[in-house]
């Protein structure tokens, strides 16, 4: 959320926020309301001032006197309560525009309406020359014995999936790997709750544009589609100490997306399932956008070395503003290679918000005496199953085993391949 004082004082900025994020949304309107609240908010003051008045004047006034006042004060309170419940209305309007306002993105970031438009800033990686015909993963893993797509929808339905075997302890190895690199780097573990409240969701941008694409328990609250949400829930309405900034986390949790009006695109195997498992990264940093700049890259650069790690051929893209969401500032995506499509498939995201997220939660730090907005950042550590696609297509052998990348042997109890 964006301080309505910074929106009034940046309004042609908070325009063009919305044309190059290509999101609908009416600034002259928001400041319309917010009019009216100020004028509403002013009257129901004056009005709560002038009862005190009466409040205070009726203890000393004569029975002749006090019957006046007293009927003073019920046109007071019939005239405030009318005002108050005209507030109630015009804050509900002002809070629903307020939650729709988009953050400004950064000048780095490039024009466009799609992820068609995003920028390539960096290739990585040899991809691979096959002497066969390569196999897509889903008949890899099907003829291994590693995976099970067919049962996984009778069991779950549309996009279900069972793994096994090898298929499954591939998964746990990537996971095991993955816990002690991104650890290394002094990085907090936290197993984070996947069912959350309307708020958080609301407080991290996901709502309320997302709601389509979450799933809805009968009590009112959501499955979060990522880590993140729980964790930036953790210091909700909370004031941190500025010596523990930064804080930087590795949260795990299981992860659900509805996956809606993506019913035909990329639907068969591991690339889009309704249900995966994620390490998500996330730091809450000093209200500066330096920091935020330094840590966006630090956050990204650990993924990009994981991926290299992993020996996958990978590019890092740079967002444009069609293909950010409504708080970030600004967004590297890292997309791993998929031999068997020909195309570069996403791995995971790095975003940074500057306060847009911590305003909304009310999360804040003490700088000396002021109270300040802490920033916010995240990014992808690994997804689970989406890896496995790249592992197991690139990593293929003409005898239709799959080599195991020499950095999960150790967590594969030895095996440095699965053959048949």
């Not at 302890?169 to 069912?195: H, K, M, N």
């Not at 998929?338 to 305003?359: A, C, I, K, M, N």
Request: contains cysteine.
């Amino acid at each position: 959320m964006l301080d309505i004082k910074f929106i009034r004082e940046n309004k042609e900025l908070v325009k063009e926020a919305t044309k190059k994020k290509h999101i609908e949304f009416d600034v002259d309107k928001l400041l319309e309301v917010d009019d009216r609240r100020k004028m509403l908010l002013g009257k129901v003051e004056e009005r709560r001032a002038e009862q005190n008045v009466a409040n205070n004047s009726i203890v000393k006034a004569s029975f002749e006197e006090r019957k006046d006042i007293l009927d003073k004060m019920k046109t007071l309170k019939r005239e405030l309560e009318g005002d108050e419940e005209k507030l109630k209305e015009v804050m509900r309007e002002w809070q629903s525009l307020m939650l729709l306002a988009p953050n400004i993105p950064d000048m780095s970031v490039p024009e466009g309406d799609s992820d068609t438009k995003n920028k390539e800033v960096k290739k990585w990686g040899k991809i691979p020359k096959f002497d066969f015909e390569p196999k897509s993963h889903i008949e890899i893993m099907t003829t291994l014995g590693m995976a099970d797509f067919e049962r996984g929808a009778k069991v779950s339905g549309f996009r279900g999936y069972f793994l096994k075997g090898s298929g499954a302890l591939l998964s746990f190895a990537v996971w095991r790997y993955a816990l002690d690199f991104f650890v290394s780097r002094e990085l907090t573990l936290l197993q984070v709750p996947s069912l959350v409240r309307r708020e958080t969701l609301l407080g991290t941008g996901y709502l309320p544009q997302g709601e389509d694409d979450l799933y809805k328990t009968q009590d009112g609250d959501y499955l979060a589609g990522t880590a993140e949400v729980a964790t930036m829930g953790l210091y909700r309405d909370e004031v941190i100490l500025k010596e523990e900034l930064p804080k930087k986390f590795l949260s795990f949790s299981p992860c659900f997306r509805r996956e809606a009006g993506s019913h035909s695109k990329d639907v068969k195997g591991l690339i889009r399932v309704h249900e995966f498992f994620k390490f998500e990264q996330l730091i809450l940093c000093e209200a500066s956008h330096d920091e935020s700049v330094k840590w966006h890259e630090w956050l990204h650069k650990n993924i990009e070395e994981f991926i290299e790690s992993l020996n996958i051929p990978y590019r890092t893209v740079l967002n444009c503003g069609g293909d950010l969401g409504l708080g970030q500032v600004k967004k590297y995506d890292i997309e791993g290679w998929v031999p068997l499509e020909g195309v570069y498939r996403e791995l995971g995201s790095t975003s940074y918000f500057h306060d847009f997220q911590t305003r909304r939660l009310n999360i804040r730090y003490k700088d000396g005496e002021a109270l300040k907005y802490a920033h916010s950042l995240n990014a992808t550590a690994i997804a689970t199953p989406r890896i496995l696609v790249s592992l197991v297509e690139n990593f293929q052998q003409a005898d239709s085993s799959i080599k195991i990348p020499e950095v999960l042997v150790p967590y594969m109890n030895g095996l440095s391949s699965i053959v048949r």
